[in-house]
């Protein structure tokens, strides 16, 4: 079946350092990739998006590129800030219809704390 | 254009009852799909529906079921409630012919 793996977290940041969370995923064919934000107490945000291979999604600093070859899908961005602290989320949802209609897949979640 | 919306946010109910929560996605979206959130078992997903048919379910126990109306207002109800399913519950919805899905705040359900 389908499945997302994330890096090991939380992950602790000093403000301004670089950042990269990694996803791997095993699905078949072409699924649509997705990362997504939640805050404490909220819901998930949409962070951004990629459709196909050698997609990048981006959306406020952060970028993530569709590696077929590789089926990741890692998240970076230059240089965080103390308001990036949130649990971030890789998802994946096939292209097939049926049993894959409406259903993401979730990676566990990676807890990311930026220090002042 | 408003959010996709959950009531209510918070629930406190004891085991055997059962709970209704609701869900009113975005304007034109016709999709919604909704999600268990637990520390110990993250995302999981519930079920889905199209046009007031379920098109997809997940792993869950017929206790949790659903339904969609006319306007793509949908409700999610769990009968006989157990400790276990205390959890954020997420609603998501989706525009037709788009695979992106946009979510609620979600409602939090304790069970005592």
């Known amino acids: 079946g389908d499945s997302v793996t994330q890096m090991e977290g939380p992950v602790t940041l000093s403000e301004e350092a670089f950042l990269t969370i990694n996803c791997t995923y095993t699905?078949?064919?072409?699924?649509?990739l997705f990362w997504y934000v939640q805050y404490p107490g909220e819901g998930l945000q949409l962070l951004l998006k990629?459709?196909?291979?050698?997609d990048k999604g981006s959306n406020k600093g952060f970028e993530a590129t569709y590696r077929k070859e590789t089926t990741s899908f890692h998240l970076e961005k230059g240089s965080v800030q103390v308001s990036d602290s949130a649990v971030y989320f890789c998802?994946?949802?096939?292209?097939?219809?049926?049993?894959?209609?409406?259903?993401?897949?979730f990676g566990q979640g990676t807890i990311l704390t930026v220090h002042p | 254009k408003a959010g996709v919306t959950q009531t209510p946010r918070y629930l406190i109910k004891t085991r055997g009852q059962q709970v209704t929560l609701s869900c009113s996605p975005i304007?034109?979206?016709?999709?919604v799909s909704w999600y268990q959130q637990t520390p110990g078992q993250g995302l999981q997903f519930l079920f889905e529906y199209f046009s007031e048919t379920q098109r997809n379910k997940g792993n869950f126990p017929g206790r949790f079921s659903g339904r969609q109306f006319s306007n793509s207002r949908s409700e999610m109800n769990v009968s006989t409630l157990e400790l276990g399913d205390s959890a954020l519950y997420l609603c998501a919805s989706s525009f037709p012919g788009d695979d992106t899905q946009y979510f609620g705040p979600g409602t939090r359900l304790t069970v005592l």
């Open positions: 990629a459709t196909k291979a050698d």
């Open positions: 304007s034109g979206h016709r999709s």
């Open positions: 699905a078949t064919g072409y699924p649509s």
């Open positions: 998802a994946l949802i096939p292209n097939a219809g049926g049993t894959s209609y409406g259903k993401l897949t």
